[in-house]
């Protein structure tokens, strides 16, 4: 296999041919040509890696040609070959996209390292766009699930605030999504192109959280072989994320308190100050008012981050997104396992609606995670719906918990328990839908004339369940 497909232009017939020779020698695929026109014809017709254009050509010059390349697919280097090897004509053809240039005469060996080293330049730059398009999709904000009115609040609050360079504090229960939110807040911003940088407090002891955040110098502590830059100085530009900010001890805090203020810092062990551009965003899922009435979290520091406040419901709050979710990684895991899983059945999405989620929008992740891996049908059943939510030792054998939350419902008449337990599913299943009866009664796998007999036997009114658009303080 070819290791790249070269087009090659060059008005001397014979130093073209010898060029194609060497190159073919070298295992790539050559395309030799002498004029400007049959150059730019075959470039438009056929994929090539990279170009070698001779600069004086006979109707135009190499640089104008590939100008005109650029025009075509911007991302193909072309490789410059003069025989009037002056400093300007070089600058010249670099300044207006040359990868590089050779003067004639030049031996084999130069021109292959030159191409070689473009090539790996070039799949590098490949790679590198495809992780940011791919981290683009992922955490752009536009692509985040939210159905429910809560969080599409959330969102508009972000568009808003995202090119802003304010401290953004994020409170919210463990898997909500905090860190998800940062990287869109990030990634909407204009630092969106620079360093986004994260940090969970609470994975570090306290000897080790300063010098991460800030570094140190050598020999500032036994262990110490070398400077080292800290995630503030790594985030210079760019965004630094710092997690679970609630567990940060007290001596850290007041470090971080001037680092904000000043926005410039001292490494461990060192004698100068380091100056940073860096917006700052944290998150917890600690009550950081209440730390601060017991000592355990600064004020200054509590006032300082809570400039731009977020706060991300339980999903139990927003029971619309589950469903959407539920969809979402179902097509996910199916898509990296293999599995041609096409949805869930009613009755799972019941089990679904059900649960109150503790563990929020990771718990459910976990949950149709495990129920991918381990149908064997092609629709997502209850059970294993129930299984994924349960603990190691629950799917080893022991009481679901689920069915534990039911028990206190034995007491109750069989028919209590059961209209107790209808009733509740209809108030999630509307809320889910906002009111719309026909995707309730789709849901719950009810015919609609039945579906509102039920509502009917409950006196529940679908209109309650309309939501308005949410209107948002400014």
């Keep these: 296999m070819a290791k790249g497909n070269i087009l090659v232009v060059d008005d001397n017939p014979n130093l073209l041919e010898l060029i194609k020779m060497r190159l073919e020698a070298a295992d790539y695929e050559i395309t030799a040509l002498g004029e400007e026109d049959q150059a730019l014809s075959a470039f438009k017709d056929k994929a090539f890696d990279l170009c070698v254009v001779d600069l004086m050509l006979a109707q135009s010059d190499g640089i104008t040609l590939m100008e005109q390349f650029r025009l075509i697919h911007p991302d193909i280097p072309t490789i410059i070959l003069t025989a009037h090897g002056t400093i300007e004509n070089a600058v010249e053809a670099m300044r207006r996209g040359a990868y590089s240039y050779l003067t004639k005469p030049f031996e084999p060996t130069d021109l292959l390292l030159q191409i070689e080293r473009a090539l790996e330049n070039r799949n590098l730059n490949s790679e590198i766009k495809r992780l940011k398009d791919m981290l683009h999709e992922r955490f752009d904000f536009t692509n985040i699930i ?104 007290l001596a850290t805090q007041s470090k971080l308190l001037r680092a904000l203020q000043e926005r410039q810092f001292y490494p461990v062990g060192g004698e100068s100050p ?77 089990a679904l609606m059900l649960h109150n989620w503790p563990g929020n929008v990771r718990e459910l992740e976990n949950t149709i995670e495990y129920a991918v891996a381990m149908t064997q049908k092609d629709m997502v059943t209850d059970d294993y719906v129930i299984q994924g939510k349960q603990s190691p030792a629950e799917r080893a054998g022991g009481f679901p918990s689920d069915h534990a939350e039911l028990s206190a419902d034995v007491l109750k008449s069989l028919k209590d328990a059961r209209d107790a337990f209808e009733r509740d599913y209809l108030v999630k299943v509307l809320s889910m839908t906002e009111g719309n009866v026909s995707q309730a009664a789709k849901l719950a796998g009810k015919y609609r004339a039945d579906f509102y007999d039920l509502l009917k036997k409950h006196d529940l009114k679908a209109d309650e369940f309309k939501r308005t658009k949410p209107s948002y303080q400014h």
Excluded: W
């Design 274 to 350: 380091v100056e940073v551009d860096v917006r700052v965003i944290v998150a917890t899922n600690k009550d950081l008012a209440e730390l601060v009435k017991k000592g355990l979290f600064r004020d200054d520091l509590y006032y300082r981050i809570h400039v731009i406040p977020i706060y991300l419901p339980p999903l139990r709050e927003r029971k619309e997104d589950i469903l959407p979710l539920a969809e979402h990684f179902l097509k996910k895991y199916s898509q990296q396992m293999k599995r041609d899983v096409k949805g869930l059945t009613p009755e799972a999405v019941r």
């Design 146 to 249: 939210a159905r429910s009115g809560k969080m599409r609040a959330i969102l508009d609050v972000v568009t808003r605030i995202a090119k802003l360079d304010s401290t953004v504090y994020i409170h919210g229960e463990s898997g909500t999504g905090k860190e998800l939110v940062a990287k869109a807040i990030h990634l909407a911003s204009d630092r969106k192109d620079t360093t986004f940088v994260a940090l969970n407090c609470a994975a570090l002891p306290e000897t080790l959280l300063e010098s991460e955040l800030f570094g140190h110098e050598k020999g500032a502590f036994t262990g110490a072989v070398r400077s080292t830059k800290g995630l503030f100085t790594q985030a210079h530009g760019g965004t630094l994320f710092l997690d679970e900010i609630g567990d940060m001890p």
